[in-house]
Structure formats: C-alpha cells, structure tokens
C-alpha cells in the first residue's frame, strides 16, 4: 500500500500533536474526535482499519489527518469513538444489530454491507436521502443502490468501499485471456505443460467465506439465486439446483484434469496466490483487485510486466461476467435528526472520496473513479467495467449456515468424498434446516 503524503506539512505536526497529547484540549485522542468541552456530542463505531488506530502506517497517518481536519471544521461537534478490533468485525454486526434492537446502538457507525439489509429490514437505520443528491445515488453502481434501497425507495445507508473478484493471468503462459470455463481448464493444461513447476489455476477452495464467495460469481453468471424474497434457500430447486451442480462439476474438472492442483482443496489465504506468483508457479489465479498494489510492489517490474487482469470466466461464452462484492458503509441510528446529519457529513468529508484515497479501496461511485488521483493507472478502468456486475452476498440470517454448508460441499467434492450431486443435496438440506429452524 502507498503511504498517504499529507497535502500540508503543517497539517500532520497539528495531527500528530493533537493525537499523541491526551489532555483537554486535544483535538484528537484514542477515542475521541473534537474537543472535550465541545457543546455536542455524537457517539460513533468504527472498524480499527478506519481509524487513526489502523495498523497499516499510511492509513493510520491518512485517518489521523482526516480525523484532526473534522475537529476543526466542525468546532461545535465531538465524537465518543468505539473502536472494533480488526479480527472481530463481523461478529461485532450481530451485536450492533440487537443493541439497535433494544435502543442502545451508536449514533453513527460502519455496517457490513452484506448485513445491511438486515439492519433495514429491523427499522435500526435512518433515512439518509435527504444528504445526498440525485446525481449522487444514480451514480452508485446498480449493486450498491440495492442494497442500501429498503423496500419504500429509501437510502438507508451509505456504502463508500468495494472490492470486486478477477482472474489473473501471466501473460507468457495464456496469452489470451479466457472467457469460458472450458478455455480456463485448456489454457491452463497448457500452461502446466510448459513447466512441471507451474500450478495452472488457483482458487480458494477451503473452508473459509473466500471459497463461497469467490465461487459464487460461477453461480451468478448463470443467473442462480441462492435464497428467494422472504430468504428461504432454494438453490437446490430447479433451475438453480443446475445452475449450482455446473459449478460443483466445473471445479471438480479443474481438479481432476490436472488444470488446478489438490492443494486448492486447502487454500484458505488470497496471500498464497501472491505468494505463488512472487515465486513464478502459477499461471491463473481467482483473486481480488486488492492484490493488484501488492504484486506491483512485490514483483521486479520486468515480472510484474507479465501479469493482466481479466473478469471471471463463465460456462457460456454470451453469459454476463458476475463478480462478488463486498465491503462498508456508514449508518445512522439516532433518533435525534441533528446526528443524523452530523454522522452524513463525518461519512462524507471522511470517507467517501478521502477514506478511499487514503486505504486505496475502490469507491461505489463510477464517477469517482475519474475524481480521485488514488484510481488513475489504467487498471481501474478495468476494475471500474468489473463492478457494472457486481453482486453482493444475499444479506439475510441464514447467509452463514448457507456459506458453511457451501464450504463443506466444495471441499467434498475437491477431495472425491462426494460427488456434486450428494455434496449439493447435503448443502441444500442443512441450509433450509437451518432456515426453519431460524423461523421458529
């Protein structure tokens, strides 16, 4: 990750003291934004990755200048911050979702996109229309505005960072990128002929949310859906129990063809896909577009020269090209509608724009894209085009059990425990067991 230069030398001194003195009139300390004596108050939650606690050097630094830049902006205004370690975020939602239950949740804090739904379905979250304009929701991508759309037409939340999945390809092995399923497995093949050292495809095939998630872009591109309107599991009904068994046999080919090797049985870490290109044996990986600023900084230039990116392959060659998305969005909670502007405008002067300058996240507005010097080099261009499809994670309570149970079915069928039509019978069973069991 680039380090964040901050635009005024003046501004870091200001920053750096601010944060490292504690006392009264300190502008900024470890959980608090703005003067102490500051007439308003608004509590706030914030993942430790988007903080001036952030354990990345160039985001705590970026996140320290816009923290201290606020405070001074908005004299009147100071922020009690609850800080989410890193490795508890998402049971962290699950929590933020019943203190909103019963009336104890923040004012403003970040929501997993993938739980949004969740949040707005509950009533937790306040409309947010009124502080943006018409340009700006027609901007988001089609997948953005449907999550953060409740059923009455409303905003409820605004999602600032993305992330898409691709296929990266060493472009001295497969020239071409491939656009179906079966170019992927023959370019591939041919690749591991050119060298006994190099693995053809990688993907994450483990138990871990990656495999679910990554895999079902396959799912997607056919048109399957994993749960209907009320959020009962039906991709073992037809036609998406199909559409499920092409992508079970699909990676089972890669295995057994010899295009992927077994080991992606036990693949639980994007970094192993980095890893494997920084020692030269691979030649396809299924990746993240947050991978792309790594292998630059990692790989000599003439090496890195090698590597292009291309959208996912799809069994059809006229089928759309779906990708997964994840990532944050900032909510509102309050009742008091003077907080709920405040936490819009902290959203906007923090993150929107600036937080994905500072953490290199890719923004949910196309035209920020073009805005933002953070985006410039060609290959957004290409992430940009990716996002058109993407799709998020169905965002309703049996989301998880679904996703284990996906996990499992995968990894059956990699290893030969099971074939993809038991391994597909067994998901599918347990997932609606789950859900009803949700229901009573």
């Keep these: 990750m680039e380090r964040w230069v901050a635009q005024a030398a003046g501004l870091v001194v200001v920053a750096v003291l601010a944060f490292g003195c504690g006392g009264s009139g300190s502008l900024l300390t470890l959980d608090r934004i703005g003067a102490e004596d500051a007439p308003n108050t608004m509590t706030v939650q914030l993942n430790n990755s988007y903080s001036h606690q952030a354990s990345t050097p160039s985001w705590k630094d970026?996140?320290?200048?816009?923290?201290?830049?606020?405070?001074?902006?908005?004299?009147?205004?100071?922020?009690?911050?609850?800080?989410?370690?890193?490795?508890a975020t998402t049971q962290e939602q699950a929590r933020l979702l019943e203190a909103a239950r019963v009336g104890r949740?923040?004012?403003?804090?970040?929501?997993?996109?993938?739980?949004v739904p969740q949040f707005i379905d509950q009533g937790a979250l306040k409309p947010i229309d009124e502080y943006f304009t018409e340009e700006?929701?027609?901007?988001?991508?089609?997948?953005?505005?449907?999550?953060?759309?409740?059923?009455d037409g409303k905003m409820y939340a605004a999602w600032w960072a993305t992330d898409l999945r691709l296929l990266y390809r060493r472009t001295d092995l497969v020239p071409e990128a491939p656009r179906t399923w079966d170019e992927l497995i023959a370019a591939a093949q041919q690749a591991n002929e050119q060298g006994s050292e190099v693995e053809g495809y990688l993907f994450n095939g483990g138990?871990?949310?990656?495999?679910?998630?990554?895999?079902?872009?396959?799912?997607?591109?056919?048109?399957?859906?994993?749960?209907?309107?009320?959020?009962?599991?039906?991709?073992?009904?037809?036609p998406h129990r199909d559409r499920m068994l092409n992508v079970f046999e699909f990676l089972k080919e890669s295995v057994d063809s010899g295009a992927s090797p077994q080991r992606v049985a036990t693949i639980q870490d994007y970094a192993?896909?980095?890893?494997?290109?920084?020692?030269?044996?691979?030649?396809?990986?299924?990746?993240?577009?947050?991978?792309?600023p790594p292998l630059k900084e990692s790989l000599p230039p003439e090496e890195f020269k090698k590597w292009e990116v291309s959208f996912i392959p799809t069994t059809n060659p006229d089928d759309p090209q779906r990708t997964g998305t994840g990532g944050w969005t900032m909510g509102a909670?309050?009742?008091?509608?003077?907080?709920?502007?405040?936490?819009?405008?902290f959203t906007k002067e923090v993150f929107i724009g600036e937080g994905n300058q500072?953490?290199?996240?890719?923004?949910?507005?196309?035209?920020?894209?073009?805005?933002?010097?953070?985006?410039q080099d060609p290959i957004y261009d290409t992430f940009r085009e990716g996002?058109?499809?993407?799709?998020?994670?169905?965002?309703?309570?049996?989301?998880?059990?679904?996703?284990?149970?996906?996990?499992?079915?995968?990894?059956?069928?990699?290893?030969?425990?099971a074939t993809p039509e038991e391994a597909l019978d067994d998901a599918y069973q347990n997932s609606l067991s789950a859900y009803e069991g949700q229901q009573g």
């Design 105 to 115: 949740a923040p004012d403003c804090a970040n929501v997993d996109s993938f739980v």
């Design 333 to 345: 909670f309050s009742d008091d509608p003077e907080k709920v502007e405040m936490c819009m405008e």
């Design 207 to 238: 138990r871990w949310e990656g495999t679910t998630f990554d895999n079902l872009a396959h799912f997607w591109s056919q048109g399957g859906e994993l749960v209907d309107e009320e959020g009962k599991p039906i991709f073992g009904e037809q």
């Design 136 to 151: 700006e929701k027609q901007d988001l991508f089609p997948f953005v505005r449907d999550v953060v759309t409740g059923d």
């Design 358 to 375: 500072v953490t290199g996240q890719l923004p949910t507005s196309e035209s920020l894209f073009g805005e933002l010097d953070k985006f």
């Design 272 to 292: 192993e896909f980095e890893a494997a290109a920084q020692a030269g044996t691979v030649a396809m990986f299924q990746g993240g577009d947050f991978q792309y």
């Design 387 to 417: 996002l058109k499809e993407g799709e998020a994670r169905p965002g309703v309570p049996v989301y998880p059990e679904i996703s284990n149970q996906l996990q499992i079915a995968i990894g059956t069928v990699l290893t030969g425990e």
């Design 62 to 87: 970026g996140f320290e200048r816009l923290f201290t830049q606020f405070a001074e902006d908005h004299p009147d205004w100071k922020l009690e911050l609850k800080i989410i370690p890193d490795d």
